[in-house]
């Protein structure tokens, strides 16, 4: 039983990243737009395009 | 590639699809010949710009038609180039881009993202676009010194998307910021619940069979490590209310929240730290998630509303057409200075208080004044800004300006008013107040008592009653069943800017209505006859076949003609005489008739003077030479006014109406509505609404319902105010309610489902204030331990969402709602 001293902790520090990177991705604005991009992935690249800048760039505040 | 098979889809020849918009082709409009089939020129035009651009993929991606037909303006969007403008709606990122948002009318599938997504590849310097579909809006970012602002609306105006400047950035961009944290904090609270809530079901293990104290030890420390930052960053709202709502001294309902939050987490933390005693972190952390989900889908849903109101009013041009010496210009209207000579073409607004230099026309000022009958302008008369020009070309030189035309000082009062208005505390907040009394008063009864058997066990019961009588159903009562609620009303066609203006609207007390618009339909009707009957058909009959709207009106009232010979001669702005199967008739104008069969009775001549009076247009009828009866023309009232304001009785409300039009006819409507004459004011000016809103205001309850810039202070100054359909910008703004569908039958369907979105949140209060009193009874008896508080509370709260949504309050539209 004494694993639990160990495994609770870590567990606890899963939970924690995971709920950092959530945190992280509501703050920059990931969730503000649920539909469009879902939308954009099937879009087939074409060469002429010049917005490549595709997922680096970041929406409005 | 899907335009080439357009064509052939459809099965029948009749029926061709437009190849841009994928609506039935008009027969005339259909060509043997290679060219595809257009609906429209305006789809032939975009189909075109988007063919030339090598855009074809545009029809492969799209999986559903467009819902209209496109319509191209060729505007030159140039007000969108102008300094003082861009400094308002534009930014600068650090290396030197310029960046916007725009809304764009008409996007709607996936197609769209795609083809407005290409824009860096059509004109050049414009760096990035990113549509943010489902709330149309375009972020759009360019270089200044290779492209325009106005290009890039240019080119998305050709390819049949209208380019809006997005207004209130500032604004936006804080909400968005909020919702973010919001969305972060839930994330918090819910992670933390259900991390504490699975610890605890060892430390119930515990409770039950024994645990070691080592163990029992780590799962407390681990629970309050977990809670600890979802009590500061999560429950820190609710901190931040109550100290706030403390501070003003009103009650609200974080009062009681943080309460029980603190009671329950103070508790724990202290049982920690000794090692002995119950801990309630799973119900603490629960509460919290559930309380913030509550408050943000509140958020979201009076978001919406508020969005869609704003949008319509971004709709409206501000836009002026200067004349220089060199041509003409769009300028933004805050641009325009007192001395500058505009152009109003047929159909624009005013852009400015100022005088007609050239043309003659006809201005609609009924926004401005309420008056409905359009006035002749010539040279040398004043005009407003917020009125239309109907009829055509005016060059107009501008005397006042922005804030200082009439329509300006106008939507300063409406601010004022706006905000000075008091907050009403919701019927949960004013139960918080008690609430949070009879609590704390238990509470220390439970301690009383229990501490003549044992002080220690006195302080856990009496806590654990704090604990378990936190009112998180209580909490999500209101939000949720008012957020349903106005996510209905959305749908059935009213958007609804705050759930507190559903409350005021079932305390009934003195409703106004704006005549034009609510109450008729705006249609000329036949609504008086005197004199002789027979003569009925005979007029009907020489009025078939012009297409005067009095001559309309008469056949609609009259029904079909008999059919006799005709041969008429319509005289322009007179009347019309014709020789109906051998016998004479004249129809017009007093003047007309006279100068056609000589003198007309004494008798008539009262009569038609009397309709006149009345507001109605007063037609004479002459048979064979002799004048036998007169007919009095006005607008008709909607079918379902009358019934309309027989429910808007029944709901309590005093109806009346205040309107800007004359008094006569004012007095007219409202007799044929059955309304007491002291209801109804007519040549009321906008300041005279709001004087007349708010005297009633301080004896009650008051309701303005209205459309116009003329209406907009009464609105603002009202406990509700309600803009109907086709309203004004500034009557958008002022009112605490939009109604997208026109007639005033829709103002009493408001009325029912206020009453019904009440009755639901009643319900909420009353469900959840009986478990509270359960939990209370329990705690006082001493059997509240973690176990009972973590089963009480979910169950409570899920009673309440439960009945929430599943409550109608707003029935459906059964018409889709028009903007």
């Not at chain 1, 039983?1 to 567990?11: I, Y």
């Not at chain 2, 079901?201 to 024994?210: C, K, Q, R, T």
């Not at chain 2, 329950?264 to 913030?292: E, K, M, P, W």
């Not at chain 2, 501000?318 to 047929?346: F, M, N, W």
Request: aromatic share 6%; hydrophobic share 50%.
């Amino acid at each position: 039983m004494s694993v639990m001293f160990v495994l609770l902790p870590l567990a606890l520090l899963f939970a924690g990243t995971a709920l950092g990177v959530f945190i992280w991705a509501a703050l920059s604005g990931q969730y503000d737009d649920l539909d469009t991009p879902a939308i954009r992935i099937l879009h087939e690249d074409d060469a002429s395009a010049a917005s490549g800048s595709g997922q680096g760039a970041k929406a409005a505040p | 590639m899907r335009i080439a098979e357009a064509p052939s889809e459809s099965p029948l020849a009749t029926a061709v699809a437009c190849a841009h918009c994928g609506l039935e082709v008009p027969a005339g409009r259909v060509s043997e010949g290679k060219e595809l089939p257009f609906c429209c020129e305006g789809c032939r035009a975009v189909h075109a710009a988007i063919h030339d651009r090598g855009l074809d993929r545009y029809y492969a991606y799209r999986d559903a038609p467009a819902p209209a037909p496109a319509r191209p303006t060729g505007r030159s969007y140039a007000e969108l180039d102008d300094p003082g403008f861009q400094a308002r709606t534009c930014w600068t990122a650090p290396d030197g881009l310029a960046a916007t948002e725009l809304f764009l009318e008409g996007v709607h599938c996936a197609a769209c993202v795609w083809l407005v997504e290409r824009l860096p590849s059509l004109v050049a310097g414009v760096v990035e676009v990113r549509l943010d579909l489902p709330r149309s809006r375009a972020f759009v970012r360019w270089d200044p010194r290779a492209a325009t602002l106005s290009g890039v609306a240019r080119q998305l105006d050709a390819l049949g998307y209208r380019a809006h400047p997005s207004r209130g950035r500032e604004v936006q961009v804080l909400r968005r910021l909020e919702d973010r944290r919001m969305l972060a904090r839930i994330g918090l609270a819910g992670a933390a619940a259900a991390n504490v809530m699975a610890i605890a079901f060892a430390l119930y293990g515990g409770i039950v069979h024994g645990m070691e104290p080592e163990y029992a030890a780590l799962f407390r420390w681990a629970s309050l490590v977990v809670t600890l930052p979802a009590m500061i960053w999560g429950g820190g709202v609710f901190f931040r209310g109550a100290w706030a709502a403390l501070r003003v001294r009103t009650l609200h309902m974080d009062l009681p929240i943080s309460v029980g939050l603190v009671a329950g987490f103070t508790q724990g933390l202290v049982n920690t730290v000794r090692g002995a005693g119950d801990v309630y972190f799973d119900s603490v952390t629960a509460l919290i998630f559930l309380l913030l989900s509550g408050r943000y889908v509140q958020r979201r849903q009076q978001r919406g509303a508020a969005d869609a109101a704003e949008l319509l009013a971004s709709l409206a041009p501000g836009t002026a057409r200067l004349i220089e010496p060199d041509g003409i210009r769009d300028v933004p209207v805050e641009a325009l200075l007192p001395g500058a000579r505009v152009e109003v073409r047929a159909g624009d607004t005013v852009p400015a208080d100022g005088v007609v230099a050239t043309g003659r026309s006809a201005i609609d000022v009924s926004l401005l004044s309420g008056e409905s009958r359009p006035v002749e302008a010539e040279p040398g008369d004043l005009v407003h800004a917020g009125t239309v020009n109907l009829s055509s070309r005016l060059e107009i030189v501008a005397q006042r300006t922005g804030e200082d035309t009439r329509v300006g000082r106008l939507a300063r009062l409406v601010e004022e008013h706006g905000r000075r208005r008091a907050p009403i505390a919701l019927a949960a907040d004013r139960l918080a107040g008690h609430f949070v009394a009879a609590v704390l008063v238990l509470a220390a009864l439970t301690f009383v008592l229990w501490a003549r058997v044992d002080v220690g066990r006195a302080v856990d019961h009496a806590v654990a009653l704090l604990i378990v009588t936190c009112p998180c159903a209580l909490g999500l009562a209101t939000p949720l069943a008012f957020s349903a609620a106005i996510g209905q009303a959305a749908r059935a066609g009213f958007l609804i800017k705050g759930a507190d203006a559903l409350e005021k609207l079932t305390h009934p007390g003195r409703l106004w209505l704006d005549k034009t618009g609510t109450l008729t339909a705006g249609r000329l009707a036949l609504l008086a006859w005197w004199g002789d009957a027979a003569a009925k058909p005979l007029a009907a009959a020489a009025e078939a076949h012009s297409s005067h709207p009095l001559a309309r009106a008469l056949v609609a009232a009259v029904g079909p003609a008999p059919d006799l010979p005709v041969t008429i001669v319509e005289t322009q702005g007179g009347g019309i005489e014709a020789a109906v199967g051998g016998r004479a008739v004249v129809l017009g104008s007093a003047a007309f008739v006279s100068s056609r069969i000589g003198a007309v009775s004494a008798d008539l001549d009262r009569r038609a003077r009397e309709l006149a009076l009345q507001g109605l247009t007063p037609v004479l009828v002459a048979v064979d030479g002799a004048a036998v009866a007169v007919a009095g023309f006005g607008d008709s009232l909607r079918d379902d006014a009358v019934d309309a304001l027989a429910r808007l009785r029944t709901h309590g409300w005093r109806v009346g109406i205040l309107s800007g039009d004359d008094a006569s006819i004012v007095q007219a409507t409202g007799a044929r509505l059955g309304l007491a004459p002291d209801d109804c004011r007519g040549g009321v000016s906008p300041e005279g609404k709001l004087a007349t809103v708010r005297e009633d205001g301080a004896r009650g309850s008051v309701v303005m319902v209205g459309d116009g810039i003329n209406d907009a202070a009464a609105l603002a100054g009202a406990t509700v105010g309600i803009a109907v359909h086709g309203g004004a910008e500034a009557a958008l703004a002022a009112a605490d309610i939009f109604v997208t569908r026109p007639g005033v039958a829709r103002v009493a369907d408001l009325l029912d489902g206020a009453h019904r979105a009440v009755g639901t949140v009643r319900r909420n209060l009353a469900l959840s204030l009986c478990y509270n009193l359960t939990g209370a009874a329990l705690a006082m008896a001493g059997l509240v331990n973690p176990i009972v508080a973590a089963i009480l509370m979910p169950l409570s709260s899920v009673t309440v969402i439960a009945h929430s949504y599943r409550a109608r309050s707003f029935g459906r539209a059964e018409a889709p709602p028009c903007r």
